[in-house]
């Protein structure tokens, strides 16, 4: 009769003992030693740990993006907010001014011609574009000009179907502006080179860079304030140190213009 063999067992203590001994003889052993055990490691199990590294990829690839627009979209939209934030300020100075009567929204009445760029001369002092709508199109001289939902200049010249625009960046452009929430108007003259300045402005008025400049509004042309740009530089002026010397950019890229918009005011 064959005996059964008793079963070896060995207590929690000597497996606690076995596997601190092997962990010190990994921590000391050479690194030649340990470099070749974990390449022998990666051999055996390249395949299962390829699988699991796989899967991890296809699963981030595959998570949808969402919520993503392009950079010109989104200056659009920024553009397009800060107009709408000019215009409900605006609402609710005329809401405290009401004295019974009820006024239109701004810009209710004015109608927009779509244009189209045939030339731009954006080079140095000059800021101008000849558009494809004219005279015939209900276009004349001082109305403004939009761009990426932003003022970019105003109509210079005009012909029964051709119209010349001249961009605020030009140095003969002078538009009356606001800057953030200072209630008063400075002018804001073309200096060229993708930028225009605006001086005369005392340094107790506070002003900081990324501030919004916005054109003010003009009655027959524009009912209510419209983003023009940001204040890029805000510095004391060279000759007269108690004056602000401002440098204001435009929202919009002007040299990629391809379309614009003409505002009409006070339609018939």
């Known amino acids: 009769m064959i005996m059964a063999k008793n079963p070896i067992r060995v207590s929690r203590r000597m497996l606690i003992t076995w596997f601190m001994l092997a962990g010190f003889i990994f921590l000391f052993a050479p690194q030649k030693l340990t470099n070749k055990f974990q390449f022998a490691f990666a051999r055996i199990f390249r395949w299962p740990l390829s699988i699991g590294r796989n899967v991890s990829l ?12 392009s950079r010109s979209e989104y200056s ?12 409900r300020d605006q609402e609710h100075k005329k809401v405290e001014k009401l004295s ?26 000059r800021g101008e ?3 494809n709508r004219g005279q015939d199109d209900g276009l004349a001289e001082d109305q403004f000009v939009l761009g990426n939902n932003s003022i970019i200049g105003t109509i210079s010249d005009v012909s029964s179907r051709t119209a010349q625009v001249r961009l ?3 140095s003969t452009s002078r538009i009356a502006v606001k800057i953030a929430e200072l209630n008063a108007s400075w002018v804001m003259q073309g200096a060229g080179n993708n930028s225009a300045k605006v001086q005369l402005l005392s340094i107790k008025h506070k002003v900081k860079t990324g501030d919004v400049v916005c054109a003010r509004k003009k009655p027959g042309f524009l009912d209510a304030p419209m983003i023009v740009g940001r204040v890029a530089e805000c510095e004391r002026d060279d000759e007269n140190p108690s004056l602000w010397d401002i440098t204001v950019e435009p929202v919009c890229d002007l040299k990629r213009l391809s379309n ?5 005011m006070n339609l018939q």
Not at 100 to 125: N, P
């Open 76 to 87: 659009q939209l920024q553009n397009h907010l800060a107009n709408v934030i000019e215009q």
């Open 260 to 264: 614009i918009a003409v505002i009409i």
């Open 58 to 69: 296809s699963a981030r690839m595959e998570q949808p993006l969402t919520n993503v627009v």
């Open 100 to 125: 019974g009567l009820r006024d239109r929204f701004v810009l209710e009445g004015a109608r927009f011609v779509l244009a189209d760029v045939i030339t731009a001369s954006i080079d140095g002092s």
């Open 168 to 170: 605020i960046t030009d």
């Open 129 to 131: 574009l000849i558009i």
